[in-house]
């Protein structure tokens, strides 16, 4: 079976406020993650990533938290706007492989 | 835009024929992935090319096969085409070198239809 998983598969947020997605993993040989965001009709879009040794990193708007303690990967989106909808993906590699393995997603939307 | 092109965007073939995905990456990049998308799942890891050479593989029959080429686009081809294979089919072409590389980015992908 998959090793990456999400706990909620649609998660409804309005219009400035935050989201939290939050995905569970079961390999702890995996060194590396990463969130993608995959609008309709489109490929999946590079968010941000994770290595390890980290536990927190943030880029605009946007929060990976690490915990390696329970194998648990979140995505906070601060100030979620309409554009943010669509559906977010984590993926974990593990040690020595460039290979990424994706989860299910969550389906982000955002009402006005 | 990553600039990872694919071609065609759309494609309807039927069960038993073959079928030819292309992929340009993105410039400078030496690894190109191929994953495969059913509607609503992840996309599922086929294999990887890497200089030419296959460098790693998913749990996909052998009638799922592809090639690199000198300038690092790339094929993917499927023969005997099952009624399953109907998904989206996605390149990612990232650069790999010995600090990392797994940062993969996409192309819009090609949708195939087996009738």
């Known amino acids: 079976g998959e090793s990456v998983g999400l706990h909620l598969p649609t998660l409804s947020v309005q219009e400035g406020d935050n989201s939290i997605i939050n995905c569970a993993y079961s390999n702890s040989a995996s060194d590396y993650f990463i969130w993608y965001k995959q609008e309709s009709g489109k490929g999946p879009q590079f968010i941000i990533d994770?290595?390890?040794?980290?536990d927190k990193r943030q880029g605009q708007r946007v929060t990976v938290l690490l915990n390696k303690t329970v194998k648990h990967l979140s995505l906070q989106i601060a100030a979620t706007q309409p554009g943010d909808s669509a559906v977010y993906f984590c993926a974990e590699k593990l040690g020595g492989s460039y290979i990424p393995t994706f989860g299910r997603g969550t389906s982000l939307i955002v009402h006005p | 835009e990553t600039g990872v092109t694919q071609s065609p965007t759309h494609l309807i073939k039927t069960r038993g024929q073959q079928v030819t995905l292309r992929c340009s990456s993105q410039s400078g990049h030496n690894t190109v992935s191929w994953y495969q998308q059913a509607l609503g799942q992840g996309p599922q890891f086929i294999f990887q090319?890497?200089?030419?050479?296959?460098?790693g593989r998913g749990n996909f029959p052998p009638r799922f096969s592809g090639l690199q080429f000198p300038n690092y686009s790339s094929e993917l081809n499927v023969n005997a085409l099952e009624l399953d294979d109907s998904a989206l089919y996605l390149c990612?072409?990232?650069?790999?070198?010995?600090?990392?590389?797994?940062?993969?980015?996409f192309g819009s992908g090609t949708q195939l239809s087996v009738l």
């Open positions: 090319y890497y200089r030419e050479e296959e460098n």
């Open positions: 990612a072409s990232s650069l790999q070198h010995r600090q990392g590389g797994e940062k993969l980015f």
């Open positions: 994770i290595r390890s040794n980290m």
